[in-house]
């Protein structure tokens, strides 16, 4: 079996602000090349805690208490500082959730697209101008000049995702942490970032981990998926045999509550309060922690 | 700010300066002890008062008196000085200068060092200098510009005498100036050993005028820096690559200075009002030196002329900052 | 009194508050600690320096003034006139400012034009010429350095109690007062001004420390005080013209002066944070 892009291997940590409670409990996936891993849970199901994991940003308040993560073979959690912060922005990078706040409001696009090209690759200004128009030119945004001059009070919502896609992809990065990238946007603009997302990843031979708390999302975009239910992993395959033929009772209760359904009064039909009661038995949560 | 709200805001000016002239002249009117009687020589006459009184025009009534001088501050005629016997409008445009130069200084100075160390907390946050350094801030907001004028005056007056306690220049340089802005004047016409001077005298009140701005300074920039550097474009910046001191600088900075920018401007009109005491303390010669000497020896003319004068600096100063807040801030015109 | 516990748990209210509670004794036994008789002039003994240093008078613990005058006596009698004006001075603007505030922010229209354009014409005085210049009308004496500090200085209360009152004025529990129907007037002095004051409590021990200086300012400059009484910037002004001389009638009021300022401004923030979660919302 040739090696795995990432492999996390019996990740645990704990908040050391909650009273050491725990906020992953033995986590075990991998992310093949080029794959894109969705990774779901209600809030506090530790999907974000993975991902922060993933790019060396954990908050001091998260302890990693046992486990592995390997990029490459290479441990993430042992490596020192400067070799981390070398590998991050080139070959692991970001699409942030929110690109009202992901974009300094103070400094143009070219800027902060280029950012990296410069930091990184040591490209000239005119070299990372150009480049700056091809990755604009891919996530398909007309006049590039005139956004690359912009601001970013002075585009849209879906046009500052795309921003922020393509300087996601703009180092040719072999893993792409998604946080939620469309939770901020209405449903239409979603469809297309989503696609686009897609269409970069096959592109570059990316893979892609992609946080979401919306099966809906999952299913047009993921390969594979991860279910995670405190800090747990409930349920892990393909992404098809899963919605069709989920092996857990929260797995169904979930497809079952509808696209959304981490807002129960939406949903079809709420996940029922017996199916809590059996994940957390299962997972030896003793008291009801809200 | 549109043209209309600025059309709107000097009108407020002028109205609030009315205000002003009204409340100094009346202040001035009821205040105890006649100003002719201290300038008369004990060998005139009634006549010779009279004469004087009729001069200073305070045989009319106070109406009458508040419509001539009020007809003669808009012609920009304060009058004359009672104590010094010298325009009014000449003796403020001799001390303003020295003033202005002091105020600029102590603002360059707050701003400077507050901004340094504002950047350096955030650079050092987390670890335990920051509660340290927010600690010593916190003394430093506490302490009023009067109290440092004077504990400035027995630490770099006379314990470790490094610099001289009172005046503007040393009198034996005997330096010719073409302006009272001693200052600008001595840096563009290259004397140094004048202008060198002019800053050993000016350090301590500008530490006095400069130090609790400066306070003020860390203490909301630092603030707002921190909100800033948890935004997810710094994240994103700091992934790319971008080290510590420029994540402060080029990412957080200039999202930070709005609030500490209109604070500030806050701070420098009170800092104008405090350069009184300051430099009465120090005996330097300013405007405000001399205001409290008008008001001893019961100038009028001065006194009036000197308090417009404050005024018309602060609401000058109000606007202006109001002006370049939205000239920094061209999205608060974008989102309305 | 569960208003009280919360206050004790802050250490800057613990700390300044308990300075300024020993201050206040020292004031008002004054006469049972000083050693000396503050006014009391010795010519043979002027310019003692302190215990410390060599030549100093055995029972001038401070040493002496240009006239040997005692300055420990001096600096202690000194806190009288200084806590005098504090409380009187701050009481007196607070009311009137919370007054004028509460006029302002609750019933609005002309009554908000007036007070807030009268404000504005305040602010562009500055306040240490203001203060001189209303001592110079109203003549030295410690009525007319309080009258000044009130004259000047009710604008701050009037600003903070206004923005505070409107703010109030929007939450849901005075509408649902209005709905129950109270009178106007009801609900700002029942609802309103119970809201409003912890942070009027904590911008007048603020105000305090700012009474002290402006005080000591104007004993400075020669307005506020016969120098018969002893006031701390009546000692510091003496000991800024002496000062090379003997820096010890300069140091010790000033850094009475200091403390005082010091305590009564972290008095006023540990009690605005203290007093902040407790009281509302």
């Known amino acids: 079996m040739t090696q795995s892009l990432v492999a996390i291997e019996g990740l645990s940590a704990i908040s050391t602000r909650d009273g050491g409670a725990p906020v992953l409990r033995d986590v075990s996936l991998t992310l093949e090349k080029g794959e894109v891993r969705g990774l779901v849970g209600e809030s506090g199901a530790g999907k974000s805690t993975i991902a922060k994991a993933l790019l060396g940003i954990l ?39 929110d690109p009202q706040t992901a974009l300094n409001p103070a400094r143009r696009i070219e800027a902060q697209l280029t950012d990296g090209l410069r930091l990184k690759l040591g490209m000239g200004k005119a070299a ?17 000049e005139r956004v690359l001059a912009a601001y970013p009070h002075e585009l849209s919502g879906g046009m500052r995702q795309r921003i922020l896609i393509a300087s996601a992809f703009a180092l040719n990065p072999k893993l792409v942490v998604a946080d939620e990238p469309t939770t901020a946007l209405d449903v239409t603009v979603q469809k297309e970032i989503l ?12 893979a892609v981990i992609f946080v979401t708390h919306d099966l809906g999302v999952v299913a047009k975009i993921c390969d594979r998926v991860t279910l995670l239910y405190a800090g747990k992993v409930i349920e892990d395959g393909a992404t098809a045999g899963m919605l069709t033929a989920p092996k857990h009772i929260y797995t169904s209760a979930l497809i079952a509550a509808g696209p959304r359904y981490d807002r129960p009064n939406a949903g079809l039909e709420p996940v029922p309060e017996a199916v809590f009661r059996q994940l957390r038995a299962e997972i030896g949560i003793a008291e009801r922690r809200v | 700010m549109t043209a209309s709200d600025l059309l709107n805001r000097l009108f407020m000016a002028v109205l609030t300066l009315m205000g002003v002239a009204v409340i100094v002249f009346c202040l001035l009117r009821i205040v105890p ?9 004990p060998s005139a006459t009634p006549a010779d008062i009279a004469a004087l009184r009729a001069h200073y025009g305070l045989d009319l009534g106070l109406p009458q008196q508040f419509g001539i001088w009020f007809m003669d501050v808009l012609k920009g005629n304060f009058g004359t000085s009672i104590s010094q016997r010298r325009d009014v409008m000449e003796l403020i445009g001799e001390r303003l200068p020295a003033t202005l130069e002091l105020a600029f200084a102590a603002l ?9 160390i504002a950047t350096l907390g955030t650079l050092a946050r987390r670890t335990t200098l920051d509660p340290a350094l927010d600690f010593i801030n916190g003394l430093f907001l506490a302490v009023p510009d009067f109290v440092w004028a004077l504990a400035l005056v027995l630490l770099l007056g006379v314990f470790w005498p490094v610099f001289p306690l009172s005046g503007r220049i040393d009198p034996t340089l005997s330096t010719y100036f073409h302006t009272d802005f001693y200052l600008i004047e001595s840096l563009v016409t290259f004397k140094f050993a004048a202008f060198g001077d002019l800053i050993a005298h000016m350090v301590m009140p500008m530490l006095a005028l400069g130090l609790p701005l400066a306070a003020i300074v860390v203490r909301t920039l630092k603030e707002a820096l921190a909100e800033a550097m948890v935004q997810d474009y710094v994240l994103l910046a700091r992934l790319k690559g971008m080290s510590p001191l420029r994540l402060v600088l080029q990412e957080a900075l200039r999202n930070a200075v709005g609030p500490t920018l209109t604070l500030t401007g806050v701070q420098f009109t009170f800092m104008i009002g ?28 001065l006194i009036q002329g000197i308090v417009l004068t404050f005024g018309a600096i602060f609401i000058l100063v109000n606007i202006l900052v109001d002006l370049i807040a939205g000239w920094l801030n061209p999205r608060g015109a974008a989102h309305g | 009194m569960k208003t009280i516990k919360p206050l004790l748990r802050e250490p800057r209210v613990v700390i300044a508050g308990g300075f300024l509670l020993l201050l206040l004794l020292i004031a008002i036994f004054a006469p049972y600690i000083a050693p000396k008789d503050p006014l009391e002039q010795d010519l043979m003994l002027g310019n003692m320096p302190p215990v410390t240093s060599p030549g100093a008078e055995p029972g001038y613990y401070l040493g002496t003034d240009d006239l040997g005058r005692d300055v420990l006596s001096r600096v202690l009698y000194g806190s009288r006139i200084a806590l005098t004006v504090a409380f009187v001075a701050a009481s007196l603007s607070a009311v009137i400012g919370t007054l004028m505030g509460l006029a302002a922010g609750w019933y609005g229209g002309w009554a908000d034009r007036i007070i807030s354009r009268l404000v504005d014409i305040w602010m562009a005085f500055p306040p240490v010429l203001l203060s001189v210049l209303l001592v110079a009308v109203l003549g030295s004496g410690l009525h007319s350095v309080i009258a000044a500090i009130v004259i000047i200085d009710w604008t701050r209360f009037c600003r903070v109690v206004r923005a505070e009152t409107m703010a109030q004025a929007r939450l849901d529990y005075v509408m649902a007062a209005e709905t129950i129907g109270f009178s106007r007037s009801h609900i700002l002095w029942r609802e309103i001004l119970p809201n409003v004051a912890p942070v009027l409590i904590a911008v007048v021990s603020l105000e305090m420390g700012i009474a002290v200086i402006v005080e000591a300012i104007l004993s400075f400059v020669g307005l506020s005080l016969s120098s018969d009484i002893p006031t701390w910037g009546g000692m510091i002004a003496q000991g800024r013209q002496m000062i090379h001389q003997g820096w010890w009638v300069f140091v010790f009021p000033l850094i009475a002066l200091f403390a005082t300022v010091l305590a009564f401004n972290q008095l006023g923030n540990g009690l605005r944070k203290a007093l902040d979660p407790v009281m509302r919302r």
């Not at chain 1, 990693?64 to 990029?71: A, E, K, L, S, Y």
């Not at chain 1, 070799?83 to 970001?94: A, H, K, P, V, Y």
């Not at chain 2, 405090?274 to 205001?291: D, H, K, Q, W």
């Open chain 2, 108 to 116: 360059v100075f707050g701003v400077l060092a507050g901004g340094v």
């Open chain 2, 274 to 301: 405090g350069t009184v005491i300051v430099e009465r303390i120090f005996s330097y010669p300013g405007l405000g030196n001399m205001a409290i000497d008008a008001v001893i020896n019961r100038d009028l003319p």
């Open chain 1, 195 to 206: 696609r686009l997302i897609r269409r970069m990843q096959e592109a570059h031979g990316t």
């Open chain 2, 33 to 41: 002890g006649d100003p002719i009687a201290m300038m008369i020589s």
């Open chain 1, 59 to 97: 908050p001091s308040t998260v302890k990693v208490t046992g486990g592995f993560i390997r990029f490459e073979g290479r441990d993430l959690l042992a490596m020192p500082r400067r070799e981390l912060s070398d590998l991050m922005g080139r070959e692991i990078t970001l699409i942030p959730q």
């Open chain 1, 128 to 144: 990372a101008h150009e480049r700056a128009l091809q990755l604009l030119d891919e996530v398909q945004i007309r006049n590039p």
